[in-house]
């Protein structure tokens, strides 16, 4: 049964620092992995999809990375700023084709609050 | 392009009550799935519906149903309410292409449900 942590739990930072938000998975045999936000009572906003056969993606301030065969994968955050502040997700898949289904399984989320 | 839609966004209801929980996904996307999401268990996967058959579930009661209807609208059901779902439902949608391997969710606000 594929189970998925996230470390920190939570993570307060003064606003302009660079931070890593950590994810482990224990099955490797993975389709992709997705980080998504959630803002208080909110849905999930996805902000970057790894494809298994890829080692990072990157958007604006933001850096994924993934290692599969070690069963991690790390999210970068450059120059925080207090918009940053909500609960990240990561998520892993293990379908191998869209067509037939798609399951997500996520970990319980970093809370990250950025000050100003 | 509108996002996904669900409906009513706040529901109360008492044990022992049914309720019906609607989704409306991106205009395109065929695959609509449903998640669970409370403080003490996270996010959990309860089902997928593609081509308005079920393909895939988690690992729900069966007082928990849905279905998807030809306009990839889907609603979730759940029978004889207990305390314990009271719950973030969210909904998600893809495209489903038939031919993708990876494919982003795009998530709903979710419908937030008291059981009294």
């Known amino acids: 049964k594929q189970e998925v942590t996230q470390i920190p739990a939570a993570l307060s930072v003064p606003e302009g620092e660079n931070l890593v938000l950590n994810c482990s998975f224990t099955?490797?045999?993975?389709?992709?992995l997705q980080w998504f936000r959630q803002d208080p009572g909110k849905g999930l906003t996805s902000l970057l999809l790894i494809q298994s056969s890829q080692r990072e993606q990157t958007s604006g301030r933001l850096n994924a990375s993934l290692d599969k065969s070690s069963g991690r994968s790390t999210l970068y955050i450059a120059a925080s700023q207090p918009g940053d502040s909500a609960t990240y997700l990561c998520a892993v898949s293990q379908f191998r084709h869209m067509e037939y289904g798609n399951k997500l399984v996520f970990g319980a989320g970093t809370i990250l609050r950025v000050k100003s | 392009k509108a996002g996904v839609t669900q409906t009513p966004r706040y529901l109360i209801k008492t044990r022992g009550q049914q309720v019906t929980l609607s989704c409306s996904p991106i205009?395109?996307?065929?695959?609509v799935s449903w998640y669970q999401q409370t403080p003490g268990q996270g996010l959990q996967f309860l089902f997928e519906y593609f081509s308005e058959t079920q393909r895939n579930k988690g690992n729900f009661p069966g007082r928990f149903s849905g279905r998807q209807f030809s306009n990839s609208r889907s609603e979730m059901n759940v029978s004889t309410l207990e305390l314990g779902d009271s719950a973030l439902y969210l909904c998600a949608s893809r495209p489903g292409r038939k031919t993708a391997t990876n494919e982003k969710l795009f998530f709903g606000s979710g419908t937030q449900l008291s059981v009294l």
């Open positions: 099955d490797s045999a993975i389709y992709n």
């Open positions: 205009s395109g996307h065929r695959s």
